[in-house]
């Protein structure tokens, strides 16, 4: 089946610093991805949508100029969260839509924990 | 506004039955997911409804009523390795694969 990567699976910053997290599609070709941000025993909320060859879509209340997103190819897409704080630790998950046009398909990624000091 | 509501914890027996209600209110429907999560892990699609009715598959059921704006998840034969959160989110209108997730269950599974 469709696999979509992440990578860092963890990563420790000093606050202040930039982290960029890079999510990949596979073995399929994904136009669109999706960032969530999931705060412990809370749900995923979504962040934005990540367009190939186009700015990005930000959710109400998320910081664009914070959460910088680049999707350079089919299969990359990039979020970098700049100027890292205590406040952004949180668990980060990419998610790609499978066959265009079937809705029930959305693979996700195995997701990037975050942790500011 | 999109909300989505679950009941935030729920406690059930091994080998009984559970269901955990979702009621959603978004601007448009394009079809609901149910998911379940381990700790620290991604989460794992269980199902997908666009109709209204009944879809049922191994040990797990998923119901939608689109006039109501509900849905539910049915786990049958609980096992102890079911004990996860339970996700239900939906693309709503105007938006291809766009998913907004609800507040999430916790189900503990008992011995």
């Known amino acids: 089946g469709a696999v979509v990567s992440q990578h860092p699976s963890r990563v420790i910053c000093k606050s202040g610093t930039s982290v960029k997290i890079e999510c990949r599609s596979l073995?399929?070709?994904?136009?669109?991805m999706f960032w969530y941000r999931q705060f412990p025993k809370q749900s995923l909320m979504l962040m934005a949508t990540?367009?190939?060859?186009?700015?990005?879509?930000?959710e109400q209340g998320v910081e664009k100029d914070k959460f910088l997103i680049n999707h350079a190819s089919l299969t990359l897409s990039t979020l970098t969260v700049t100027s890292a704080h205590p406040e952004d630790s949180s668990f980060y998950i990419c998610?790609?839509?499978?066959?265009?046009?079937?809705?029930?398909?959305?693979?996700f990624g195995p997701g990037t924990r975050l942790t500011v000091l | 506004g999109q909300n989505i509501d679950q009941p935030t914890e729920m406690t059930a027996t091994e080998g009984a039955i559970v269901q955990i209600n979702c009621t959603y209110q978004?601007?448009?429907?394009?079809?609901l997911f149910w998911y379940q999560q381990h700790a620290g892990e991604a989460p794992t699609f269980l199902s997908y409804?666009?109709?209204?009715g009944l879809e049922e598959k191994g040990r797990f059921s998923s119901f939608l009523s689109r006039s109501k704006g509900y849905s539910y998840l049915l786990l049958k034969e609980l096992q102890m390795k079911d004990s996860a959160s339970y996700l239900c989110?939906?693309?709503?209108?105007?938006?291809?694969?766009?998913?907004?997730f609800g507040t999430g269950t916790l189900l503990a599974v008992q011995p």
């Open positions: 978004t601007s448009g429907f394009n079809g």
């Open positions: 073995d399929f070709q994904a136009t669109t």
């Open positions: 989110a939906v693309i709503p209108g105007g938006a291809t694969n766009k998913l907004i």
């Open positions: 409804n666009v109709l209204d």
């Open positions: 990540s367009n190939e060859g186009s700015k990005a879509t930000y």
């Open positions: 998610s790609a839509p499978g066959l265009a046009g079937v809705a029930d398909t959305q693979y």
